[in-house]
Nanobody, 118 residues
Framework: QVQLVESGGGLVQAGGSLRLSCATS????????MGWYRQAPGKQRELVAH???????YYVDSVKGRFTISRDNAKNTMYLQMNSLKPEDTSVYYC????????????WGQGTQVTVSS
């Protein structure tokens, strides 16, 4: 059974930091590209950051320089270090796993709430 479990969300003041974790089980973690998405109320889910199975990273412009995505293949876990948080970062953050080669499998976590107060 595949599980992606996010943790580390919470309430923080603007300018503060949080570190999200996505612990996985049931997949060969090193075979998967991983990503963090977020969805605010009334908005579409959007990609925040992505890290390939080989460690190449991508960030949406709004978080560049503030967020850092990383992965620890030995722990089957992905992280998102979020610094200089802004109220507009308030969302539910979701972990995503997509197998890097065919057949393609895609899995989602249940989400963790991040709330940034002004």
């Amino acid at each position: 059974q595949v599980q992606l479990v996010e943790s580390g969300g919470g309430l923080v003041q603007a300018g503060g930091s949080l570190r999200l974790s996505c612990a996985t089980s049931g997949i060969i973690f090193g075979d998967y590209n991983m990503g963090w998405y977020r969805q605010a109320p009334g908005k579409q889910r959007e990609l925040v950051a992505h890290i390939t199975s080989t460690g190449i990273t991508y960030y949406v412009d709004s978080v560049k320089g503030r967020f850092t995505i990383s992965r620890d293949n030995a722990k089957n876990t992905m992280y998102l270090q979020m610094n200089s948080l802004k109220p507009e970062d308030t969302s539910v953050y979701y972990c995503n796993a997509q197998r890097a080669s065919r057949p393609t499998f895609i899995y989602w976590g249940q989400g963790t709430q991040v709330t940034v107060s002004s």
